[in-house]
């Protein structure tokens, strides 16, 4: 009886734990979105564009779009699948529409003002992952119609889309974490901020990382 009674109440503070964790990253989502569009301030000029749309591509937008399939933290967790699927895609469409525009704007920025492009690891990582997310968006297209894609499977086209999407995710952190090492972030913020900041990125990335690979595990597991 005293067996019986710890297994189940493991897995229902794992759950717990998880819950947790997923509103948590919900929250983290908005506050720093939040706090780049008051740094940034944008509009106020051309430049002011590029922290905030990426911003909101890359951790506001990719991460709820991921988020939306969590058993834990999920804000349409009762929805059909189907749903969360056209969910995803309209969050992935603005995704990558935002940052194309931040990659636009910043492109142009310093085309006017007669400074190299791309000469720094964040500005190469970044256009590297937005090449790559306008790509993992548009081979995501067969999942929603299957007839696209002959010969291959519906499992197998999820289980690639998601191991792809996973490694998009990281590069859009990396990319993120790179811009809050940039001159204009670090004159914007004090020390402790920065470091506060900088754990955003990270817990996030930690939180999608785990929810991934945990769905891929367990499917393993059903499959075994």
Known sequence: ??????????????????????????????????????????????????????????????????????????PIKRFPHKTKGRVHWVLQCLCVCCAALGLAAITYNKHLNGKPHFTSWHGLVGLVTVCVVGVQSLAAVPLIYHSLAKGWSLAKLKRYHAASGLVTYLLGSASLLLGLCSAWFTASVREHTWYLSALCPALTAFVIMSQVTNAYMAKKRLQS
């Open 1 to 74: 009886m005293v067996h019986g009674s710890g297994t189940e109440t493991e897995p229902r503070v794992y759950g717990y734990a998880r819950t947790a964790c997923a509103v948590l990253t919900h929250f983290v989502c908005i506050v720093f979105t939040v706090l780049v569009a008051v740094l940034s301030r944008p509009g106020t000029s051309l430049f002011s564009w590029h922290p905030f749309l990426m911003t909101l591509a890359f951790f506001l937008f990719m991460t709820e779009a991921i988020l939306l399939f969590s058993p834990h933290g999920s």
